[in-house]
Protein backbone atom coordinates (compact mmCIF):
# COMPACT_ATOMS: atom_id res chain seq x y z
CA UNK A 1 0.00 0.00 0.00
CA UNK A 2 1.26 3.49 -0.48
CA UNK A 3 0.26 4.77 2.97
CA UNK A 4 -1.24 3.46 5.21
CA UNK A 5 -3.88 6.17 5.62
CA UNK A 6 -5.85 7.45 3.10
CA UNK A 7 -6.64 10.93 3.90
CA UNK A 8 -7.94 12.48 0.48
CA UNK A 9 -11.27 10.23 0.37
CA UNK A 10 -10.69 7.91 -2.76
CA UNK A 11 -13.90 6.47 -2.93
CA UNK A 12 -16.03 9.36 -2.53
CA UNK A 13 -15.03 10.13 -6.59
CA UNK A 14 -16.50 6.99 -7.83
CA UNK A 15 -19.91 8.48 -7.89
CA UNK A 16 -18.62 11.64 -9.11
CA UNK A 17 -17.07 11.91 -12.47
CA UNK A 18 -15.15 15.30 -12.95
CA UNK A 19 -15.75 17.45 -15.49
CA UNK A 20 -13.36 17.58 -18.24
CA UNK A 21 -10.71 20.18 -18.72
CA UNK A 22 -11.55 21.31 -15.32
CA UNK A 23 -9.23 22.24 -12.13
CA UNK A 24 -9.86 21.20 -8.32
CA UNK A 25 -7.61 21.65 -5.39
CA UNK A 26 -9.41 20.34 -1.93
CA UNK A 27 -6.03 21.75 0.44
CA UNK A 28 -5.99 21.80 4.32
CA UNK A 29 -4.77 19.48 7.55
CA UNK A 30 -5.57 16.06 8.97
CA UNK A 31 -4.51 15.37 12.57
CA UNK A 32 -3.88 11.14 12.40
CA UNK A 33 -3.61 8.63 14.54
CA UNK A 34 -1.23 5.37 13.65
CA UNK A 35 1.30 3.16 14.85
CA UNK A 36 4.63 3.87 15.78
CA UNK A 37 5.75 1.60 13.12
CA UNK A 38 4.29 -1.30 11.32
CA UNK A 39 4.02 -4.01 13.85
CA UNK A 40 4.08 -1.73 16.77
CA UNK A 41 1.11 -1.86 19.34
CA UNK A 42 1.75 1.46 20.36
CA UNK A 43 0.15 4.26 18.73
CA UNK A 44 1.32 8.40 18.25
CA UNK A 45 -0.31 11.51 16.39
CA UNK A 46 0.69 13.60 13.76
CA UNK A 47 -0.91 15.99 11.50
CA UNK A 48 -0.15 16.02 7.96
CA UNK A 49 -1.54 18.38 4.81
CA UNK A 50 -4.23 17.13 3.10
CA UNK A 51 -3.82 18.25 -0.89
CA UNK A 52 -5.00 17.02 -3.94
CA UNK A 53 -5.23 18.09 -7.44
CA UNK A 54 -7.38 17.36 -10.44
CA UNK A 55 -7.60 17.87 -14.02
CA UNK A 56 -10.74 16.79 -15.34
CA UNK A 57 -10.60 13.15 -15.35
CA UNK A 58 -6.88 13.30 -17.19
CA UNK A 59 -4.65 14.42 -14.40
CA UNK A 60 -4.53 13.78 -10.16
CA UNK A 61 -1.96 14.29 -7.53
CA UNK A 62 -3.12 13.44 -3.54
CA UNK A 63 -0.73 12.75 -0.62
CA UNK A 64 -2.00 9.70 -0.86
CA UNK A 65 -3.09 8.46 -4.07
CA UNK A 66 0.29 10.07 -5.33
CA UNK A 67 0.76 11.53 -9.41
CA UNK A 68 -1.67 9.44 -11.70
CA UNK A 69 -2.02 10.07 -15.64
CA UNK A 70 -5.35 8.12 -17.22
CA UNK A 71 -3.11 7.62 -20.47
CA UNK A 72 -5.70 5.09 -22.40
CA UNK A 73 -9.82 4.55 -21.81
CA UNK A 74 -12.42 2.58 -23.19
CA UNK A 75 -15.52 2.14 -21.71
CA UNK A 76 -15.61 1.74 -18.68
CA UNK A 77 -11.56 0.75 -18.91
CA UNK A 78 -8.76 2.83 -18.00
CA UNK A 79 -4.90 2.67 -17.06
CA UNK A 80 -1.56 4.53 -17.49
CA UNK A 81 1.64 5.32 -15.12
CA UNK A 82 1.78 6.44 -11.75
CA UNK A 83 3.92 7.47 -9.46
CA UNK A 84 3.95 7.28 -5.21
CA UNK A 85 5.05 8.23 -2.36
CA UNK A 86 5.32 5.50 0.75
CA UNK A 87 5.98 6.88 4.04
CA UNK A 88 8.04 4.51 6.66
CA UNK A 89 6.62 5.03 9.68
CA UNK A 90 10.19 5.12 12.35
CA UNK A 91 8.83 6.12 15.67
CA UNK A 92 9.93 4.43 18.92
CA UNK A 93 12.08 1.34 17.14
CA UNK A 94 13.30 -0.73 18.96
CA UNK A 95 17.49 0.02 20.02
CA UNK A 96 19.26 -0.79 17.29
CA UNK A 97 16.45 -1.11 14.68
CA UNK A 98 17.29 -0.02 11.06
CA UNK A 99 15.34 3.18 10.20
CA UNK A 100 14.16 2.55 6.98
CA UNK A 101 14.03 5.62 4.36
CA UNK A 102 10.48 6.32 2.74
CA UNK A 103 10.54 5.24 -0.86
CA UNK A 104 9.32 6.71 -4.38
CA UNK A 105 7.48 3.80 -6.42
CA UNK A 106 7.03 4.09 -10.14
CA UNK A 107 4.62 2.26 -12.23
CA UNK A 108 1.26 1.37 -13.45
CA UNK A 109 -2.69 1.06 -12.48
CA UNK A 110 -5.26 -0.58 -14.48
CA UNK A 111 -9.07 0.50 -13.60
CA UNK A 112 -12.38 -0.80 -13.99
CA UNK A 113 -15.90 1.26 -13.37
CA UNK A 114 -18.58 -0.86 -12.43
CA UNK A 115 -22.46 -0.22 -11.62
CA UNK A 116 -21.31 -0.18 -7.66
CA UNK A 117 -18.15 1.45 -7.78
CA UNK A 118 -14.26 1.19 -9.07
CA UNK A 119 -11.78 -1.99 -9.47
CA UNK A 120 -7.96 -0.59 -9.21
CA UNK A 121 -4.98 -2.79 -9.80
CA UNK A 122 -1.48 -0.81 -9.45
CA UNK A 123 1.95 -2.62 -9.65
CA UNK A 124 4.68 -0.13 -8.69
CA UNK A 125 8.62 -0.43 -8.73
CA UNK A 126 10.79 1.42 -5.49
CA UNK A 127 12.91 3.66 -7.56
CA UNK A 128 15.34 4.44 -4.26
CA UNK A 129 14.47 3.39 -0.68
CA UNK A 130 14.04 -0.47 -0.28
CA UNK A 131 14.13 -0.60 -4.35
CA UNK A 132 12.09 -3.89 -4.76
CA UNK A 133 8.13 -4.16 -6.19
CA UNK A 134 4.82 -3.61 -4.56
CA UNK A 135 1.39 -4.02 -5.78
CA UNK A 136 -1.92 -3.12 -4.72
CA UNK A 137 -6.00 -4.67 -5.40
CA UNK A 138 -8.81 -2.19 -3.80
CA UNK A 139 -12.53 -1.65 -4.51
CA UNK A 140 -13.89 1.78 -4.15
CA UNK A 141 -17.24 2.66 -3.85
CA UNK A 142 -19.11 5.79 -2.45
CA UNK A 143 -21.07 8.76 -2.63
CA UNK A 144 -23.39 11.73 -2.05
CA UNK A 145 -25.78 10.56 1.23
CA UNK A 146 -27.46 13.84 1.79
CA UNK A 147 -27.18 17.41 0.72
CA UNK A 148 -24.31 17.72 3.20
CA UNK A 149 -22.71 14.49 3.68
CA UNK A 150 -20.18 12.16 1.34
CA UNK A 151 -19.05 9.03 2.24
CA UNK A 152 -16.94 6.26 0.88
CA UNK A 153 -15.82 2.33 1.78
CA UNK A 154 -12.41 0.98 0.24
CA UNK A 155 -11.48 -2.66 0.57
CA UNK A 156 -8.20 -3.80 -0.54
CA UNK A 157 -4.98 -6.65 -0.49
CA UNK A 158 -1.68 -5.17 -0.84
CA UNK A 159 1.88 -6.40 -1.69
CA UNK A 160 5.40 -6.16 -1.72
CA UNK A 161 7.75 -7.89 -2.31
CA UNK A 162 10.74 -9.26 0.32
CA UNK A 163 13.38 -6.86 -0.26
CA UNK A 164 10.30 -4.76 1.63
CA UNK A 165 10.26 -7.23 4.34
CA UNK A 166 13.61 -8.07 4.78
CA UNK A 167 14.55 -4.73 4.96
CA UNK A 168 11.50 -3.62 7.45
CA UNK A 169 11.25 -6.33 9.74
CA UNK A 170 14.97 -7.32 9.46
CA UNK A 171 16.24 -4.58 11.39
CA UNK A 172 19.16 -3.91 8.99
CA UNK A 173 19.94 -2.17 5.56
CA UNK A 174 19.25 -5.22 3.17
CA UNK A 175 21.38 -5.11 -0.28
CA UNK A 176 19.38 -3.72 -3.10
CA UNK A 177 19.53 -6.30 -5.89
CA UNK A 178 18.59 -5.25 -9.07
CA UNK A 179 14.80 -6.82 -10.73
CA UNK A 180 13.66 -5.92 -14.14
CA UNK A 181 10.27 -7.98 -13.30
CA UNK A 182 8.34 -8.71 -9.75
CA UNK A 183 9.22 -11.65 -8.02
CA UNK A 184 6.65 -13.22 -5.39
CA UNK A 185 8.83 -15.42 -2.20
CA UNK A 186 8.00 -16.86 1.01
CA UNK A 187 9.23 -13.50 2.76
CA UNK A 188 6.94 -11.15 0.95
CA UNK A 189 4.85 -8.98 2.86
CA UNK A 190 0.96 -9.08 2.71
CA UNK A 191 -2.12 -7.10 3.89
CA UNK A 192 -5.67 -6.56 3.67
CA UNK A 193 -7.67 -3.94 5.09
CA UNK A 194 -11.12 -2.16 4.58
CA UNK A 195 -11.69 1.91 5.14
CA UNK A 196 -14.21 4.08 5.97
CA UNK A 197 -14.45 8.03 4.89
CA UNK A 198 -16.65 10.94 5.42
CA UNK A 199 -17.11 14.40 4.39
CA UNK A 200 -19.09 16.79 5.26
CA UNK A 201 -19.89 20.44 4.22
CA UNK A 202 -19.93 23.01 6.25
CA UNK A 203 -19.78 25.87 3.60
CA UNK A 204 -19.63 26.23 -0.56
CA UNK A 205 -16.34 25.16 -0.06
CA UNK A 206 -14.98 23.98 3.45
CA UNK A 207 -15.26 20.38 4.44
CA UNK A 208 -15.33 18.63 7.69
CA UNK A 209 -13.22 14.88 6.55
CA UNK A 210 -12.71 11.81 8.45
CA UNK A 211 -11.42 8.71 7.58
CA UNK A 212 -10.59 5.37 9.58
CA UNK A 213 -9.25 2.32 8.58
CA UNK A 214 -7.84 -1.39 9.74
CA UNK A 215 -5.59 -3.50 7.86
CA UNK A 216 -4.14 -6.92 9.12
CA UNK A 217 -0.30 -7.48 8.70
CA UNK A 218 -0.70 -11.68 6.83
CA UNK A 219 2.18 -13.77 5.18
CA UNK A 220 5.26 -14.97 6.83
CA UNK A 221 5.73 -15.12 10.70
CA UNK A 222 8.75 -12.95 11.04
CA UNK A 223 10.81 -13.31 14.26
CA UNK A 224 10.95 -9.55 14.72
CA UNK A 225 10.96 -7.34 17.88
CA UNK A 226 8.93 -5.10 15.31
CA UNK A 227 5.78 -7.21 15.47
CA UNK A 228 4.40 -6.95 18.37
CA UNK A 229 1.04 -6.51 16.58
CA UNK A 230 -0.53 -7.77 13.30
CA UNK A 231 -3.29 -5.00 13.25
CA UNK A 232 -3.01 -1.45 11.97
CA UNK A 233 -5.38 0.66 12.91
CA UNK A 234 -5.54 4.90 11.61
CA UNK A 235 -7.77 7.44 12.42
CA UNK A 236 -7.69 10.87 10.92
CA UNK A 237 -10.26 13.77 11.09
CA UNK A 238 -9.36 17.52 9.20
CA UNK A 239 -10.63 20.47 7.43
CA UNK A 240 -10.03 21.04 3.51
CA UNK A 241 -10.58 23.46 1.48
CA UNK A 242 -11.47 23.29 -2.00
CA UNK A 243 -10.32 25.54 -4.88
CA UNK A 244 -11.63 26.14 -8.26
CA UNK A 245 -14.68 24.51 -9.91
CA UNK A 246 -17.43 23.67 -7.44
CA UNK A 247 -19.20 19.95 -8.36
CA UNK A 248 -22.32 19.77 -6.60
CA UNK A 249 -21.09 20.30 -3.10
CA UNK A 250 -23.86 20.43 -0.24
CA UNK A 251 -23.97 23.46 1.55
CA UNK A 252 -25.28 23.49 5.45
Sequence with gaps: MATIASLVIPAIAVAEPATQDAWTVDFGLVSRMHPDHLGANRYTRDVLPLLEVDYGDRLSFSVDDGFKVTAWRSGDWSAGPVVEYRQSYNDRLPKGAFA?????????????????????????KAIDGYGGWSGDLAFDTGGQISPCWKVGLEA????????????????????????????FGENDFY??????????????????????????????????????????????????????????????
Excluded at 112 to 122: A, C, H, N, S, V
Excluded at 206 to 217: K, M
Aim: net charge positive; charged share 30%; no cysteine.
Design 100 to 124: MKDAVEAGGFLKRRTPLGEIDLRAR
Design 156 to 183: RVSWADSSFSREYFGLRRDVVRPQSLPR
Design 191 to 252: SAGVELDAARAIGPRLSLVATVSADRILGEEWESPLLSSRDVITAGVGLSYRFGRLTGRGEP
